[in-house]
């Protein structure tokens, strides 16, 4: 229940910022600001471009679909559990072994201008480091630096008006204190994902 909060507040924080108040634990997980760009047309277009953009109808309507069976088995995740979010669709993957590793994978919606209103936003994040994942622009970055504590951001570029958000929040395994490799294998196993439609 806390986990399922925690990413409505980050998902929510991608547009609106960090809220001052909050019930719970959530004010100590990693929260996203992102919004501020996208409610008008002055993105400054700063992320990379999208070289070869991928057919995201399906994680719009879906966020679970953004991993195929076949990915969630190879990764050791649940099927996911469905969640709308203020910034769209979200889905919340658990390890199958361990229900306090979680990722949550969520479609920005919200933000019109992909990438780049991350871009646009980088001074409001205590980390902030570009990456390329499977040939697609994405950036590790969030309000606050939980790394060591098991959370780690990722965004990923899949067009150039669409990037997608995965929460990684592990509280065991290698994961917990090294969380921004999980990070990146979800994402690589998301574009496979997309690109086999």
């Not at 924080?13 to 990693?30: D, F, N």
């Not at 076949?70 to 099927?79: F, P």
């Not at 769209?88 to 919200?110: E, K, M, T, Y």
């Not at 998301?190 to 690109?195: A, N, P, Q, V």
């Amino acid at each position: 229940m806390r986990r399922s909060l925690v990413f409505v507040f980050a998902a929510a924080a991608l547009v609106a910022g960090c809220s001052g108040t909050k019930t719970g634990t959530a004010s100590s997980e990693p929260s996203y600001t992102t919004g501020a760009p996208s409610a008008s047309s002055g993105s400054s277009g700063s992320a990379p471009k999208v070289s070869s953009p991928l057919k995201t109808s399906s994680i719009e309507s879906n966020a679970c679909s953004a991993l195929s069976p076949a990915k969630r088995s190879e990764l050791g995740l649940s099927d996911g559990e469905q969640g709308t979010t203020s910034v769209g669709p979200g889905c919340s993957l658990f390890a199958v072994d361990d229900r306090l590793n979680q990722i949550d994978i969520s479609p920005v919606l919200a933000n019109k201008n992909g990438l780049s209103d991350v871009y646009d936003t980088k001074a409001n994040d205590e980390y902030f480091e570009p990456t390329e994942i499977a040939g697609y622009p994405a950036v590790y970055a969030a309000a606050l630096d939980g790394r060591k504590s098991g959370k780690c951001g990722l965004f990923v570029g899949v067009t150039d008006q669409l990037a997608v958000n995965i929460l990684v929040q592990y509280d065991h395994g290698a994961g917990a204190s090294d969380p921004c490799p999980v990070a990146r294998k979800v994402g690589e196993a998301m574009i496979e994902t997309l690109k086999e439609g």
